[in-house]
């Protein structure tokens, strides 16, 4: 990385790690009230009639979930909202007539995702330790798939920026298909719980594997394989790191 | 002397089928200010944006100082500085951070991007405004914030896209002084106006662009006084 490059890089992260705590009521708040909601209602309430799933209280069997599906919404939605708002507003236009490169305003970009949702997952971490006693078994799984799962929703969020051409482009995704993908990934059930048919088909939800794959660091036990899961999530975010940075190169929705 | 710019039959058709230069070529010297002329739609903010690149050209080839802008790209937008006839700032973030983030884009770290703002919006009257954010300035103070970023890298070519648009008579007199005393030190600029007796007053030589082609180019007296016209203003209505 040339020095020059570091300094563009360094400029966007810190433009979007200031904007996200400076408006940290919109950015970092609404996920961890509605997972204390989640917490106190499924976790306290429900979670006591219900007893253990996947070998651990209700409550303990929800953080991973929880805390991945905030990961996931909040990096996909930083770097979507940021970017196609730097396109709206044309403020973008002071990056393109730089000489910065294109892998350096993805990894910028990106790296505001990550910031974002590494720290609302942390947020919401502390608020389980105020509901459930974490029982941590593989620090470094919980490191992996927190990081690589912040990295391709940062890499989905910058593509569905540069893609959009209005705001309501930018809405869609999160609505029609993170949002199923993630509750039908396994956060509020165990997938050996399910019929043979819906347990096969939750194997086709790439969230599974994510949130399997966190769930492990926690339990110590997966119903996916944890390396295969991973290895699967390293080609993932190559794949999209190629296919981004190519359309970044050709000025993708961004020149004419 | 190398020219500061050099552009070679450079066309540009839109996907819509629209062709917005139908083959551009002329010459800027270094250190000289020219005058960029042509009705709306005549193809010079275009042209601008293929040199800073915002725009993909179809055809021709350009050089900043000798530099090809598609085989370096990097180099030739780090010697180009633009002030767009839009705004196009955040317009909640604070003028300070707008120009000294702007630097940043351009490789140049805070520690020295921070005094060079000083100096930059002190000079433009934006000092007092730096902690205010883009959307409570007034259009005059919003078009010299606009300047100020595209000058914070230090640029050798300056294109100035209809920087007074919508500016009062006195902030405009303020700009140009300005602008005069960069041309003085050396920057390169190519000047769009509507306002053609500031073009005459301010620049030796002038481009003039009707619908994607060069119909004028030369010495702005010379033309004037060789046409019989009575200014650049009155040439360029018979042009």
């Known amino acids: 990385m040339t020095s020059a490059a570091f300094v563009g890089y360094g400029t966007i992260v810190r433009k ?8 940290w009521t919109q950015t970092i708040l609404p996920s961890v009230i509605s997972q204390t909601l ?10 006591a ?17 929880l805390v991945m599906m905030s990961a996931i919404t909040n990096a996909f939605s930083n770097v979507a909202s940021s970017f196609f708002g730097a396109k709206f507003q044309r403020s973008i236009e002071e990056i393109l007539v730089s000489p910065m490169k294109p892998w350096a305003v993805l ?17 919401v971490f502390l608020v389980s330790v105020a509901f459930v006693r974490p029982h941590v078994t593989h620090m470094g799984a919980l490191i992996f798939f927190i990081f690589v799962t912040c ?26 298909v993170l949002t199923p993908l993630t509750y039908l990934g396994g956060v509020f059930y165990d997938l050996n719980v399910l019929p043979p048919f819906w347990r096969a088909v939750s194997h086709a939800n790439p969230i599974v594997y994510m949130i399997d794959g966190f769930r492990f660091g926690f339990t110590g036990t997966a119903v996916t394989s944890v390396l295969g899961s991973a290895g699967i999530l390293v080609v993932v975010a190559g794949v999209l790191i190629v296919l981004t940075l190519a359309l970044l190169r050709r000025g993708f929705g961004l020149k004419q | 002397m190398t020219n500061a710019l050099t552009i070679t039959d450079v066309r540009k058709t839109y996907k819509n089928g629209t062709e917005a230069l139908k083959g551009v070529s002329f010459g800027v010297r270094g250190g000289e200010m020219l005058a960029l002329l042509g009705a709306n739609g005549a193809g010079k903010t275009t042209l601008i944006g293929i040199l800073c690149g915002l725009v ?9 100082f000798g530099v090809d802008i598609d085989a370096h790209p990097e180099q030739t937008r780090s010697m180009i500085g633009v002030v767009p006839q839009e705004f196009n700032f955040n317009i909640f973030e604070r003028v300070g951070d707008i120009v000294i983030d702007a630097a940043g884009y351009y490789g140049i770290p805070r520690s020295v991007a921070a005094p060079r703002t000083e100096t930059i919006l002190k000079r433009l009257g934006l000092w007092d405004k730096r902690d205010a954010v883009g959307r409570t300035l007034s259009g005059g103070m919003k078009r010299r914030l606009l ?7 230090e640029p050798k070519l300056l294109l100035l896209d209809e920087p007074s648009a919508g500016v009062d008579v006195e902030l405009r ?21 509507h306002y053609l007796e500031e073009a005459e007053r301010l620049c030796k030589r002038v481009v003039i662009l009707k619908r994607g082609v060069v119909v004028q180019e030369g010495e702005i007296a010379e033309l004037v006084r060789a046409s019989g016209a009575k200014n650049l203003e009155d040439f360029y209505l018979r042009v």
Do not use: C, Q
Not at chain 2, 174 to 189: K, P, Q, R, S, Y
């Open chain 1, 49 to 65: 009639r219900i007893g253990h799933m996947g070998g651990s209280s209700y409550t303990a069997f929800l953080v991973p979930g």
């Open chain 2, 173 to 193: 007199r303020g700009m140009w002084e300005f602008v005069v005393d960069l041309n003085a030190h050396g920057t390169t600029i190519i000047l769009t106006t």
């Open chain 1, 151 to 176: 990295l391709i929703f940062s890499l989905l969020g910058f593509l569905n920026g540069l893609l959009a051409r209005k705001f309501d482009d930018v809405g869609l995704i999160p609505t029609f």
């Open chain 1, 107 to 123: 990894a910028g970009y990106v790296s505001g995702g990550l910031v974002r949702g590494v720290a609302v997952a942390a947020a």
């Open chain 2, 56 to 64: 993909t050209k179809t055809g021709g080839s350009a050089e900043v």
């Open chain 1, 38 to 47: 989640y917490f106190a209602i499924f976790g306290g309430i429900v979670g």
């Open chain 1, 16 to 23: 979007e790690t200031v904007r996200i705590v400076r408006i």
């Open chain 2, 147 to 153: 300047i100020a970023r595209a000058l914070v890298h």
